[in-house]
Structures are given as structure tokens and as C-alpha cells.
């Protein structure tokens, strides 16, 4: 009679060790929710303090490719939702890649005052002399400040002046470190209290593509409950409710199916 329950006793400690691997996860994201997610995060922890996770942030092209190359990312918040796409078609997605917000860019500066500044004074104002955009190669934020000043007819004069982020976040840091005197940020950055204590101009999004952004669970974390109970949270209002304070425009919900 002591042999079964001597089993259930050898086997309780793997029991035990995959519950709680269980509830672990990786959260890879784009710099542009940097403030956001940290608040979306710290109100998930307090309902759900049985859940581990940790967020690390960068471009979206970067952690692409290193998911790709296996990195043990569980869930991927893109600033474009191109991105999540890419993993789908290589079969690395447990679901179909959604739509979580769009972003918007704005001209920012600690040292003048942005909100006077147009797309096409950024060439031309001797002040400038730096202007910060995330690199166009692999960051979304970049690519649509390309194509804002492709559209403000401005991108060849305003060469001379360009310094790459290596993501948005980095961006917003090289100005207020003062490695470049005005930079094109994500709007949510811009919100973030210590930066929206200078003003900025929001870039007519008519200028360029939308910052549509997506997120998808990557295949390794498909049976993670953690993880889906993570991606529903992204969906309440009161994840909602943080992302538009910081600038973040929501999707429009899909109509209801009426069979």
C-alpha cells in the first residue's frame, strides 16, 4: 500500500517544477511601448502574482531575426505588424498574428520648442544641426520618419544632419542626451511624463504608411497558459486605457458575427 503513495511523492517534484515553468514567460516588444508596458505589466503582476515574466525591449526587425534564430522570446509585440507575418509564414507562430494599436510619430526636443517645428523647417533651422530618426533598416518608427520627410520633399536636403537610433527608445535618448537637437519619436514616448514636460508636433499620418502593430505568440509558447492569459489582458480596457494615454491609437473592434 506505501508503493503508490511513494510514487505520487517521487513524481509530485517534476509535477511541481512544470506548473511553475508554466507560468513563466518572455515578453519580446518593440521600444515604443517601453512606458506603456511597464504599466500594463506592473497592474498584470498584481493580478497575476503566481505569473513570472520579464519584458525585454528593441527594434522589431532585431527581434525578428532573433527569433528566427531561436531565441526564447514567448510572445512578440512588433511596432509593424509585417514583422509577427514574417514568423507566421516561417511557421514559428501558434496564432495568426493581431493587430494591438497604431502608433503615431511626432517631432520632439528638451531644447526647442517642437511644437513650432515642421518637416520641412528640419533641413533648414540652424539650430538643428543633429537630427535623431530610428534606423529605417529595422525599425518601424524609423521607416515612417523616412517616408514622412520622402513626403515633406525634404529627405535628401536633411542628410547631412541624420544620426540613427538603433531603435526608438535609443532615438528619444539621443536627444535628451543632447547627441542630437531634435529627433522624430513615437508619440508614446513623447507622453511619457519627463518627456511630454517639452512640447512636440504630431506628423500628419497622411505622410506616411500606417504604424499598424501587431503581436503574435511564438510556436514554443502554445501550450503556455501564462502566455494567453497575457495576450487577453492586452485586450481589456484597462490595458486599453493605458495605451491611449500614452498616444496609441486602438484598432477598431470586429463586428459581430450575426451568423
Not at 28 to 53: N, Q, V
Not at 173 to 201: C, D, E, T, W
Request: proline content about 6%; hydrophobic content about 45%.
Amino acid at each position: 500500500m506505501l508503493r503508490p503513495f511513494l510514487l505520487v511523492l517521487a513524481m509530485l517534484p517534476a509535477a511541481l517544477a512544470f506548473s511553475a515553468h508554466a507560468q513563466k514567460f518572455t515578453v519580446a516588444a518593440a521600444s515604443d511601448l517601453r512606458y506603456a508596458l511597464d504599466d500594463i505589466a506592473e497592474l498584470y503582476r498584481r493580478e497575476h502574482p503566481d505569473h513570472t515574466f520579464n519584458v525585454i525591449y528593441g527594434s522589431s526587425g532585431k527581434m525578428t531575426t532573433q527569433i528566427m534564430n531561436g531565441a526564447p522570446y514567448d510572445i512578440f509585440f512588433s511596432a509593424d505588424i509585417a514583422f509577427p507575418k514574417r514568423l507566421q509564414e516561417a511557421g514559428l507562430t501558434a496564432n495568426e498574428p493581431e493587430v494591438y494599436a497604431i502608433g503615431r510619430i511626432v517631432i520632439w526636443s528638451n531644447t526647442l520648442d517642437a511644437s513650432e517645428l515642421s518637416l520641412e523647417d528640419l533641413p533648414t533651422d540652424r539650430r538643428i544641426r543633429r537630427l535623431a530618426i530610428a534606423q529605417p533598416a529595422h525599425a518601424p518608427y524609423g521607416l515612417r520618419a523616412r517616408e514622412a520627410l520622402e513626403s515633406a520633399g525634404v529627405w535628401d536636403e536633411v542628410q547631412p544632419k541624420l544620426v540613427f537610433g538603433e531603435n526608438i527608445a535609443h532615438t528619444a535618448q539621443m536627444v535628451q542626451s543632447g547627441a542630437a537637437n531634435a529627433g522624430i519619436i513615437a508619440l508614446s514616448l513623447a507622453k511619457f511624463p519627463a518627456l511630454a514636460r517639452y512640447p512636440h508636433q504630431l506628423i500628419d499620418d497622411a505622410l506616411h504608411n500606417p504604424l499598424t502593430q501587431g503581436f503574435v505568440v511564438v510556436k514554443r509558447a502554445e501550450d503556455n497558459e501564462a502566455v494567453m492569459a497575457f495576450a487577453r489582458f492586452m485586450e481589456t480596457e484597462e490595458a486599453h486605457g493605458i495605451m491611449k494615454r500614452y498616444g496609441f491609437v486602438m484598432p477598431d473592434p470586429e463586428p459581430a458575427d450575426d451568423g
